[in-house]
């Protein structure tokens, strides 16, 4: 999957939740479902703003939260309504099972959705109890096959490493999610966030040899169902990449609607205040809704381009690796692209610190 650069997104930030799971670091609230409509219309203003000052249609667009699935539907589409849209734009939208309704899954597919994102996590309850996940097993039944019944793809996200999980428990979870037939698994290690219930309680803290083991069988069992890795957690039948989430990797360009959101444009990046009232008010008054931004330097860029590129199956040059490197069993080179084999993943954080610029870009001007 190539990098186009004509490709352009839009995240879509909605910050509402029922209950805030253990180890969640985002800028959601429970107590805030009363801002809810006030809040949507505030996005909407906030694109129109967007869309007069000249931003480019969408080629991806992604609400993610929070859990966007709360929000009735018509006024989650009636945001998506004012988005200018290339005719094949991906449109995503993140969805708890449990508030999956046929009535919700069709608004959304005549509304322009092609694309869901059920969070999973786990086909175990003790494991799902154990992350502070509410939702039944069952209902993500329900809500896969809908899925599949309604619209062109969808994902399924699920995480490992939570407390009390075995190396069984997290195999039961790999063969329920693949007999659900999902085009694309995103498959998560469960990492540590500060300011977490999980953060505060070092004896749930996951075990990095116990990952390890659970990434090798992820890769062993999405793999034999012909799930193709394209970055380091992300697997997908040919075709079903995630579009928007390429964006990321590949430094693309991105406008972000909503709270705590980040956009990035012409190298310099932005994120918007951070409660929902506070983006309110900023809409409403017809201020930025602008918290700091930042632009990275042409070196910092290259630099960091390579890093989000060794996370992919696109990889580096292989000149980006130091001649000194000991990589062996890390890296494959092949055609000039050095790419991470599967122990190379499983320490591409140590891979990415050794990254140098390429002898045939180090020391051009970039933008």
């Known amino acids: 999957m190539s990098h186009d650069l004509t490709s352009f997104g839009y995240y879509i930030h909605v910050p509402f939740c029922e209950r805030r799971c253990d180890y969640c670091a985002f800028a959601t609230w429970t107590d805030r479902t009363h801002l ?3 809040y949507l219309g505030a996005c909407r203003v906030d694109i129109e703003r967007m869309v007069r000052a000249g931003a480019p249609e969408a080629t991806s667009v992604f609400f993610g939260g929070g859990t966007p699935s709360l929000a009735p539907a018509e006024l989650l589409m009636d ?9 094949d734009a991906e449109v995503t939208v993140e969805c708890n099972p449990d508030t999956v309704t046929p009535e919700l899954f069709a608004t959304y597919g005549a509304r322009g959705v092609n694309r869901v994102s059920l969070g999973v996590q786990s086909m175990v309850p003790h494991v799902l109890h154990a992350l502070g996940r509410t939702h039944d097993v069952d209902n993500v039944r329900t809500a896969a096959a809908l899925a599949r019944d309604t619209f062109p793809t969808f994902n399924l996200d699920v995480i490992y490493g939570g407390t009390g ?8 979870t790999l063969d329920d999610v693949l007999a659900l037939d999902p ?18 309680d070092t004896a749930r803290h996951p075990d990095d040899d116990d990952q390890a083991d659970k990434y090798l069988l992820a890769t062993e069992r999405l793999g034999a169902a012909g799930l193709e ?13 995630c579009r928007h989430n390429w964006l990321y990797w590949t430094q693309g360009e991105y406008l972000a609607v909503g709270c705590a959101a980040h956009a990035h444009r012409d190298g310099r990046r932005w994120w918007s205040v951070r409660t929902p009232e506070r983006y309110i ?26 890093q989000l590129s060794l ?14 490197a000991d990589l062996e069993g890390l890296v494959a080179i092949h055609d000039g692209r050095a790419t991470l084999t599967v122990q190379g993943r499983l320490l591409a954080n140590e891979v990415a610190l050794r990254l140098r610029q390429p002898a045939s870009t180090a ?5």
């Open 36 to 38: 809810v409509e006030r």
């Open 79 to 87: 945001v998506l309504a004012v988005i200018p849209r290339a005719a």
């Open 165 to 172: 999980e075995s190396l069984d428990d997290w195999r039961r």
């Open 183 to 200: 085009p694309h698994v995103s498959a998560y290690a469960l990492t540590v966030e500060a300011g977490t219930p999980l953060a505060d």
């Open 229 to 241: 890795w394209y970055e380091i957690s992300n697997w997908a039948r040919a075709g079903h990449e």
């Open 281 to 306: 008010d900023a809409v409403e008054a017809n201020r930025s809704t602008e918290a700091g931004d930042e632009r990275l330097d042409a070196d910092a860029r290259e630099i960091e381009a390579l």
């Open 311 to 324: 996370r992919t199956r696109a990889g580096v040059p292989a000149s980006a690796l130091p001649d000194d």
């Open 363 to 367: 020391g051009k001007s970039r933008t």
